[in-house]
């Protein structure tokens, strides 16, 4: 049955618009001379003038990206609505409200679980046994699975960095090379050919496999100052897949399961206590690292290095400084991401399963 009401609620918004609406938009006036029965302006004068109707840019100029999200750059518009506006600082106003909230969480979670299924390289459930009552979380890994190509790649560049934050990073020429065949070895997986073409076809990236190996790096590899007026100390690969100790008092970061495997195998991690586990795959517990405390560490169990990588960078891009939310074998997920917003360019903050 018709809303009764409906019509009503439509003459008054008509009213309305009649009222106010139009005397303070630049529907059908852009260009047009000055006219003072209007509270605002629509020719470019009124940019000096400072008496711009608020719509001015988007409907006069083509500030908008309305209908243009994921478009190349087009240097007739003052305004981009492609990924790379990020880094470059030319997005128009409404870039994220309307190009980055595209995604349907039906099209995200349908990726998601392509990758998982498509993650070949993530530890079978037998090849490895976590205790979460005991004073070690992992009591078994199967050796022989992490000899596998990306995992030995993330591995090599646990120890490249310096940990301590305020300690700006120098990296080695080796270092770098051990970063470029990282890349290299995950930009070989499915998981990552899967990323790439979603991405692209999304509007997040420009379909170019260069932009989007560039993208991952500035990402996670791009060197940044954890504090907005500390050295460069920081990345995103150092503060999710390492994890940074700030002062004497605080870990931050910290989401790979690998890393803590290693770090609880070394000695350097005490596994605390238990928080949480949500399937699939994700954990949060209570660490001591290098004897200084994190409340709440989550990670993935299990999972390749370049499933971690492939999810956080999704996240990232779709659902930028804000929960990621998706359902993966049946289950709900929740990504959080930041951006290192005093840097410009698109840095990760941090990334991390919210449970
Ligand atoms: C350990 O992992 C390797 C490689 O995935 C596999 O071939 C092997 O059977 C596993 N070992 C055990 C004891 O499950």
Redo the contacts with the bound molecule.
Sequence with gaps: MMDVHAPLSLVFMLCSLFTEGLSNSCIGRCGQGVNTAYNCQCNSACVRYNDCCSDYDALCLGATCSGRCGLTHDTTKPCQCNAPCVTYGDCCSDYQSLCQGQTTVDALSAVMQDLWNSDTNRL?D??YTISTTGSRLFTYV?Q??LNKPTFQGLIRLLDNYNIVVGQTEQPTTSELAEVDDFMNTILATPVMAKTFTFLANNGHITNSNSVFRNTLMELWFNLYPRSSTGPTDSSGFEHVMVGELKGTSTVSGFHSWIQFYLEEKNGNLLYESFIIRKEPNMIATAISWHGIKKTKASFFLGTSPEFDMAVYTICSLVHRDSLCKFTLQNQAVSIQTWDIAHKSGYQIGSAYPSI
């Design positions: 079978r037998s090849d199967n022989t699975a």
